[in-house]
């Protein structure tokens, strides 16, 4: 479970961490990679969060899981965009618990689409003897293209595929069949959860699944525009109450005023098309949780960009980055990038300072968090005597995995004799650790005197 503490008083058994500013004078990393949203689809499983793999959008996988490829056009663009900067999706199917497309035919050959929605209808079953033998190939068909073919002698031997089920009395023999099309498919209506919005349900999957970054937090329904608190919510207790180090991209929700959450008002267009600003916010979901804690957004290009939806002048993206909003602008060699990578963060708490606001040493935060966590988990939490070796055997893991950070840059000035001290707590299954760490951020500005002589 996890999370932060307080006092040294958890009752279950895991790793808690603390992040606090240290006063200054004025003068192996964790796997990323996993964003999710939710969104209506005319296929796909219900109620479970769909896995969702980058590679799938471009081989034709993604068809038989969503009903989408990357060249579905506008109905594809939320997943081209997620997918953008990262490997894989979790995505929910908000209008899922609809009806199944059927289909029986006079030979006794009956077919169920394996996901209730209207691309069912596009479903037909064909059946062609094979010569002057009793073994025909039954074909499932989707919109006019064979997506899979079995050869049988009788219908019972046929076994579902990614599209159908199927059903015969046993042993009936099979018959050739023109073309069995199936209908009645009916998409479903979203589902009011507990809490009295249609994406409850959603969240609730994802504060079981510990497996994803970035959640995009998309209004993608007029009927239900609480999404953004929602979000908000959930992050804030996936890590402080979960420990599970997420973060959400929201629209126009600078006042979260939270690391956890990036919000943004824009979006951007291209030759051929318009990425408006519910897309844009899973595009910058996608590319944060893509983003290595060696990595900044900050001054990133948008691929293909040639404008921008919902332009700001130099006065308000100054005004937007100090009230925590995240802005993509036009460079001077006429590029659109993303100005700063920030989260809405502005009014920083006394425990922190603006290293908070910045989203790559967030990152880098997170991770220590996370392999702290996971190394606490698998490797020592009831199975380490809490005496000198087993928790220099902890300290040794930190070390290294600190010492990899400041290989790559995520910090700097670690010394290992004197910026890791672990000792037993107030209890005797307690283990305290204390970690001194300098984040590092990428150049963002910088200034040139030219002294002239």
């Given at each position: 479970m996890g999370g932060t503490f307080t006092s040294m008083n958890k009752i279950?058994?895991?790793?808690?961490i603390n992040f606090v500013a240290v006063p200054q004078q004025s003068d192996g990393l964790s796997n990323r990679g996993v964003v999710t949203f939710a969104t209506n689809l005319d296929w796909g499983a219900s109620n479970t969060l769909i896995e969702l793999y980058s590679t799938d959008l471009t081989d034709g996988s993604s068809f038989s899981k969503v009903g989408l490829t990357a060249y579905s056009g506008s109905a594809s663009q939320i997943f081209r965009e997620a997918l953008r900067g990262c490997a894989k999706a979790l995505v929910w199917r908000l209008n899922g618990n609809g009806i199944q497309a059927t289909a029986t035919d006079k030979s006794g050959l009956s077919a169920t689409a394996l996901y209730s929605g209207v691309l069912g209808n596009s479903i037909a079953i064909t059946s062609t003897q094979k010569g002057t033998t009793n073994v025909f190939d039954i074909s499932t068909v989707v919109n006019g293209e064979v997506m899979d073919t079995q050869t049988i002698a009788t219908y019972d031997q046929l076994v579902s595929n990614d599209w159908v089920t199927f059903s015969s009395d046993i042993g009936k023999a099979a018959k050739s069949i023109a073309g069995m099309q199936l209908s009645g498919g009916v998409n479903g209506t979203p589902t009011v959860g507990s809490?009295?919005?249609?994406?409850?349900?959603?969240?609730?999957?994802?504060?079981?699944?510990?497996q994803w970054n970035t959640l995009a937090a998309l209004d993608v329904t007029a009927t239900d525009t609480s999404i953004s608190n929602e979000a908000a919510a959930l992050v804030t207790y996936m890590r402080e109450t979960k420990g599970i180090k997420v973060q959400a991209v929201v629209l126009n929700f600078p006042q979260a005023?939270?690391?956890?959450?990036?919000?943004?008002?824009?979006?951007?267009?291209?030759?051929?098309?318009?990425?408006?600003?519910?897309?844009?916010?899973?595009t910058i979901a996608g590319l944060t949780a893509g983003a290595e804690p060696n990595q900044s957004l900050t001054n990133y290009v948008i691929p293909s960009a040639t404008g921008i939806i919902n332009p700001m002048t130099d006065d308000q993206i100054n005004t937007a980055l100090a009230n925590g909003q995240m802005v993509i602008a036009q460079r001077q060699d006429g590029q659109i990038a993303i100005v700063q990578d920030i989260n809405t963060l502005y009014l920083v708490p006394t425990n922190k300072n603006s290293d908070w606001q910045k989203n790559r040493i967030i990152r880098t935060l997170d991770d220590i968090a996370t392999f702290c966590q996971i190394t606490g988990i698998q490797r020592y939490i009831g199975m380490i005597s809490n005496d000198d070796t087993g928790r220099n055997l902890l300290k040794s893991e930190i070390i290294a995995h600190l010492n990899q950070l400041v290989a790559i840059e995520c910090i700097q000035s670690f010394d290992s004799s004197k910026d890791i001290v672990i000792s037993q707590g107030d209890e005797i299954?307690?283990?305290?650790?204390?970690?001194?760490?300098?984040?590092?951020?990428?150049?963002?500005?910088?200034?040139?005197?030219?002294?002239?002589?």
């Open positions: 279950r058994p895991d790793t808690y809490s009295g919005t249609i994406f409850t349900p959603y969240f609730t999957a994802l504060q079981s699944n510990t005023n939270y690391e956890g959450i990036i919000s943004i008002s824009q979006g951007y267009t291209t030759d051929s098309e318009s990425i408006q600003p519910t897309i844009f916010a899973a299954n307690d283990v305290v650790i204390q970690l001194w760490i300098q984040p590092i951020d990428a150049v963002e500005k910088i200034y040139i005197t030219v002294n002239v002589t």
